[in-house]
């Protein structure tokens, strides 16, 4: 135990004293080198700390060392072990406050009822008990008629005298002393006309109308609105005091005019929103009731006041538009929900009004001139709005609303049939067009809508002028067809936009994109259905409806089917899109397998009509070889599209060739068949003769002639898919002559197929020896 602390006051020496005291007197004796373990040094980061693990230093006494420190805390910060800044996070909105429910506001209900409840309860009794104590004065005759006016007048005025005093000492009672006040004088006045006669209606209009200023003047006074809702409620309840039931509606609404005008100065100097929503409820009971009464439920025979009805309409609407955004604009404030609710709501409550009274004049002839009328009040308001950069967007986008959605309906009201489609159909390009010059997106979304709607709309026309009413149509000015192209024009005007369109979203999460290509396909589809129906219906009207005919018309919707097919067909090489191809190619086996179960059928009954001189034109059969040309033409189009899509060894090209083949001789076929019958020009039994002879003849010369040149066109060409074929269609053929011809074949029949098949066999072969090398590299 000793030892060890000898050892460890001897290491605490070495580490403590300076070096000169530690090195050793003089002595030859050579000493072992020390090993001396420094401490840990801890080095401090802005966070945490490292541990830097001890390193061994070797302490000789024939070289000079250097103290060793002491334990110590280096701080220090690495570059790379800075910090990143922190981006400053965005200001958020504080969130709006809770508004406080009933029993937050007022904490201490026995406050309430005692400051607040009970002075409007007194105040009712102390009116209830005057009114008792003058009705007995009365009954007992004490006070004569004026007296009792008089007396009215004189307690009003001492409860508004009462409430000046108190006005600044006790707000909430003054209120009520002056509401209080305020009704003693229009009962009083209401009694001194009706009960007594004390003045004419005039003279007693008149002082509720000084009531009336002069409630309002106190409410500005004491800057009060609750003083202010009195006197409206007073000032629309005047009229009714003083009615004698004449009805005469002009001075009502004059009166309610100069009342809401008031109320407009008003508000101006206030921003008391309460009085403009009850001046709106009260001028739309007023009116509307008068409305409803007058245009609806009265069965008067005398005229009706349209004139007059709609000028007051109008000027109700425009003081409410007025009174509603008189205030935000001139403080640049931000619309509340409510207020533009209430935009709305008189601007939908005006147009109602209108068009019930514009129905009455002329059968609703100017009521869309009407609706146009308030879609220009209301562009130009939002021009001038757009202009003033501080005036609140949302007012603006509101005001815009209303333009597309009065705009949009002017057309169903004032047009008729298809000039609501071509009006919709111009709206929708203008509207979209304005949205990329103005940045407005909400005109974006409004083309959207009318561009439904205007489709809509054209398959209501198409059903009205093709559908719903038989009879001959003029060929291409029809209402219907021109209502396609100008449907189809704007569709295209609409895509054409929409290429140079910025924004990748409509609205929502409606890509722009997908919705080009929607009405991409929606253009294709309309092209067709509106080609059709005009060829279905021209045609039908001229010959089934006046001639009877039934077979005529599946020619001529076959021939534009083919030929729409074709053009597709065109235009998606044209394009050179790998999807776009498909169609064309189903296209094409749709109206090949329709040929084989339907068009070719239909050829043959009017070709047999023609054959026994029905009154069939013999223009309308021959026209059926465009529709054969059209359909090869086709077949050689697609022919091209899979050539350049396949490879030539694919299982598509192969597939596709058979089935071209197999079309184009079936075709032959039928076109051999009917270019013997017509050139006979036999009928009955000698008709049947002949079409026997095309049938175990003429179709195996033919076959065999179309073998020998596929044969041909697969060696030329190196196509082993058309020599197989070839070879097929021979075997087919000589099968049918052995098992099914030969035995009701004639002579000469016989004599021509077999030599003519026998030939082409060795003519067959000869190529094949000739070109074996070729064939063998293949």
């Not at 109308?209 to 409206?232: G, H, N, P, Q, W």
């Not at 709005?385 to 004032?414: E, M, R, S």
């Not at 184009?664 to 006979?680: C, F, G, P, Q, T």
Request: glycine fraction near 6%; include cysteine; charged fraction near 15%.
């Amino acid at each position: 135990m000793a030892k060890e602390l000898s050892d460890l006051r001897n290491e605490l020496k070495r580490n403590t004293l300076p070096d000169d005291l530690l090195k050793p007197q003089q002595s030859h004796e050579q000493k072992v080198p020390e090993i001396v373990t420094p401490p840990i040094t801890i080095i401090e980061t802005q966070k945490e700390e490292t541990i830097i693990p001890p390193i061994e230093t070797t302490i000789d006494d024939k070289k000079e060392t250097t103290p060793v420190e002491t334990q110590a805390v280096v701080s220090y910060t690495h570059k790379a072990d800075q910090p990143k800044p922190i981006p400053a996070p965005k200001p958020v909105a504080p969130p709006k406050p809770k508004e406080p429910g009933f029993f937050e506001r007022n904490p201490d209900l026995e406050k309430f009822i005692g400051e607040n409840l009970i002075n409007k309860i007194g105040i009712a009794i102390l009116v209830l008990g005057i009114g008792f104590f003058v009705k007995f004065a009365i009954d007992q005759n004490w006070i004569n008629e004026i007296g009792r006016v008089f007396i009215g007048i004189v307690c009003g005025g001492i409860l508004i005298g009462f409430a000046h005093y108190m006005r600044n000492t006790f707000r909430s009672f003054s209120s009520v002393l002056v509401g209080g006040g305020m009704a003693i004088f229009y009962l009083t006045i209401a009694i001194a006309f009706h009960e007594y006669k004390l003045m004419p209606q005039a003279i007693a209009f008149a002082i509720m109308v000084i009531i009336t200023v002069f409630a309002v003047m106190l409410s500005i006074l004491y800057d009060r609105k609750e003083l202010a809702v009195l006197a409206i409620i007073g000032g629309f309840g005047s009229p009714f005091m003083v009615s004698t039931g004449s009805g005469n509606y002009q001075v009502l609404f004059t009166y309610v005019l100069i009342l809401n005008i008031g109320m407009i100065v008003l508000s101006y100097f206030k921003r008391w929103n309460i009085i403009n929503v009850i001046c709106f409820i009260f001028t739309v009971l007023l009116y509307g009731g008068w409305l409803v009464d007058t245009f609806t439920l009265s069965y008067s025979e005398e005229p009706k006041p349209h004139i007059g009805a709609l000028l007051f309409g109008t000027l109700f609407y425009l003081i409410f538009f007025a009174m509603n955004i008189i205030n935000n604009v001139k403080e640049n404030k931000a619309f509340l929900p409510f207020e533009l609710t209430i935009l709305i709501s008189n601007t939908f409550l005006y147009y109602s009004a209108g068009m019930l009274i514009l129905k009455g004049i002329h059968d609703g002839l100017y009521q869309g001139l009407f609706t146009i009328l308030i879609a220009v009040f209301n562009f130009v308001f939002a021009y001038v709005l757009f202009k003033n950069k501080k005036v609140d967007n949302n007012l603006v986008y509101l005001l815009i609303g209303l333009v597309l959605t009065f705009v949009t309906l002017a057309a169903p009201i004032q047009l008729e049939g298809n000039y609501i489609t071509l009006f919709w159909a111009a709206e929708s390009v203008l509207l979209l067009w304005l949205s990329q010059k103005s940045g407005i997106r909400i005109m974006k979304v409004a083309s959207f809508i009318i561009t439904g709607l205007m489709i809509i709309s054209l398959l209501m026309d198409w059903n009205n002028e093709y559908w719903s009413a038989p009879g001959i149509l003029a060929l291409f000015i029809n209402k219907a067809f021109v209502a396609s192209i100008m449907v189809l024009a704007s569709l295209g005007a609409t895509i054409f936009l929409l290429k140079k369109e910025t924004d990748t979203k409509l609205f929502l999460d409606l890509d722009i994109a997908l919705y080009k290509s929607g009405l991409e396909c929606v253009v294709f589809l309309l092209a067709y259905l509106a080609g059709l129906q005009e060829v279905y219906f021209q045609f039908e009207s001229r010959f089934v409806l006046e001639a009877g005919i039934t077979e005529i018309t599946p020619i001529y919707t076959g021939c534009y089917n083919i030929l729409f097919i074709l053009v597709f067909s065109l235009y998606a090489q044209y394009k050179n899109v790998s999807w776009l191809l498909i169609f064309p190619v189903i296209g094409c086996a749709i109206i090949s397998f329709f040929y084989l179960i339907y068009y070719n059928e239909v050829y043959t009954d009017v070709r047999d009509a023609y054959l026994q001189n029905t009154p069939v034109l013999a223009f309308h059969y021959y026209f059926h070889y465009v529709n054969n040309l059209l359909l090869l033409l086709l077949l050689i189009n697609i022919f091209s599209i899979v050539k350049h899509s396949c490879d030539k060894n694919s299982k598509q090209f192969s597939f596709f060739l058979w089935f071209g083949c197999f079309m184009v001789i079936y075709m032959l076929s039928a076109e051999l068949e009917n270019i013997v019958l017509v050139a006979s020009s036999k009928t009955g039994e000698e008709l049947y003769q002949v079409t026997h002879q095309i049938y175990k003849v003429g179709f195996p010369i033919l076959w065999g002639i179309a073998s020998f040149a596929l044969m041909v066109l697969g060696m030329k060409y190196k196509v082993k898919t058309l020599r197989i074929i070839s070879l097929t269609i021979f075997g087919l053929t000589l099968l049918k002559m052995f098992i099914f011809d030969i035995r009701e074949m004639s002579e000469g029949g016989k004599i021509a197929a077999f030599i003519c098949l026998g030939v082409l066999l060795l003519v067959i072969s000869f190529m094949y020896q000739k070109l074996k090398k070729i064939l063998t590299e293949e």
